[in-house]
């Protein structure tokens, strides 16, 4: 365990495997996602490459009247973690060695990606978590440096950060490590009751209920287009169908119609909103924070006829803990 800069520089002096130097960055109290990351890492750079976990909860990140005082901190069992899943060190320093000169003057800003979604709900958040991520960078100086899909915004901004000013690291997205039961694997779902975890449920089958309906509309959207007489306009489709005589085809002309002019998203977020709008009833209820459909370049909203890569992110309440979720979606794929 290393829990100074000077103690750190030292290892990645002595040990560090040019070329094969990783970092995975953690605010501690690991789980599987955790050890999913670190064992990515390992595969990547092999038994002789050098693979530095770091475990800080950075106070720049979390916002007045947020979790920072009661977040888990479990150095003990991290460290097991950490090296059972192939760490070659752990870089866990305090909060003054991180900033000795107290808090940063200078700051990276996120930018207009940082401000939507995560960033509208935790102002400052994704200015305070680039800060640490670039100077965890620097101090680590990984040739590759690995973060989860399960927080696809700040993935996404980390990406902008490394691209627009050149840092020279590759940076790799794993994917979200679930539960059986579909729950996202979070430090913070240690802060929930049995009830609230029932409850918290419901942000992962939305995601799911949300995959599911736009799998449907892009098989009917496949099957309309390829009827005779269904190309040009979607109402085409929809009527070629029900000429057909398919009472099923008929009920669903609509829907054809919807689909096949990309209607898609529309149906995608009503699928979603429909399972969190039960939760919201449910004892203990779920509060929404947001729902949002986005492109993953800019996290910005998609259109309704959007073709391609989108976000399908959730953000939610239950209780007092603060949970989000988002699964990849591909609209077109059927065409
Ligand atoms: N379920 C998961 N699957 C894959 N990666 C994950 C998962 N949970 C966290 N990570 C990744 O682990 C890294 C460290 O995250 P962090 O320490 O904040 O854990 P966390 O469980 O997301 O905690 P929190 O509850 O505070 O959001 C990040 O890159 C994060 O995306
Ligand atoms: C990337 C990170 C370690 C920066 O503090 C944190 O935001 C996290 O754990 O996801
Ligand atoms: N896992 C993202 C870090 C945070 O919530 O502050």
Redesign the pocket.
Known sequence: MLPTVEDLDDAVAHHGAPGRNAVV????AL?E??A??IRAARERVGAKGFVVVTVFVNPLQFGAGEDLDRYPRTLDADLELAFEAGASAVFAPSVDEVYPGGEPQVRITAGPMGERLEGASRPGHFDGMLTVVAKLLHLTAPDLAF?????AQ?LALIRRMVEDLNFPVEIVG?E??RETDGL?????NRYLSAGERRTALALSRALFAARERLAAQEALRARATALPGAQGRAENRAEALSRLGEARAAADAHAVAQAAEGGAAGAVRAAARAVLDEAAKAEPPLTLDYLALVDPADFTEVADGHDGEAILAVAARVGSTRLIDNIPLTFGAAK
Do not use: E, N
């Not at 960055?25 to 501690?28: R, V």
């Open positions: 960055m953690t605010m501690g789980h996602g955790h999913t990351l973060f989860g899909q399960k927080d700040q794993v979200t490590v996202a694997l979070s430090s913070r």
